[in-house]
């Protein structure tokens, strides 16, 4: 069974840094792309940032590109989620998802995600 878990979530002042973890299981990493998304109070859930499966492209949305970093880690089955200088305007629920598809490469959308991971929430202070 194809699950995720995000962690890492906390509290922390604007310009502070933190790392989320996305840890799988029921399936390895490099076989699916893994996306982060997060949802703002109010707002709708948003793409920020993927890795892809075949050749470990990274894409970032615009809002988090030059701050946070996607990384994986095959040996532990996890993707990282380096989130530097952060802003009050990154206080969201962040989630890790995947479409679940071998040899996927970060095209997907929110609709096409099959697996998602239960959130963890980052509050940046100001």
């Known amino acids: 069974e194809v699950q995720l878990q995000a962690s890492g979530g906390g509290l922390v002042q604007a310009g502070g840094s933190l790392r989320l973890s996305c840890v799988a299981s029921?399936?390895?990493?490099?076989?699916?792309?893994i996306v982060w998304f997060r949802q703002a109070p109010g707002k709708e859930r948003e793409g920020i940032s993927c890795i892809s499966s075949s050749d470990s492209m990274t894409y970032y949305h615009d809002s988090v590109k030059g701050r946070f970093a996607i990384s994986r880690d095959n040996a532990k089955n996890r993707v990282y989620l380096q989130m530097n200088s952060l802003k009050p305007e990154d206080t969201a629920v962040y989630f890790c998802?995947?479409?679940?598809?071998?040899?996927?490469?970060?095209?997907?959308?929110?609709?096409?995600?099959?697996?998602w991971g239960k959130g963890t929430l980052v509050t940046v202070s100001s």
């Open positions: 998802a995947t479409e679940g598809l071998e040899g996927s490469d970060c095209s997907g959308t929110r609709s096409d995600m099959n697996y």
């Open positions: 029921g399936f390895t990493v490099d076989n699916y792309d």
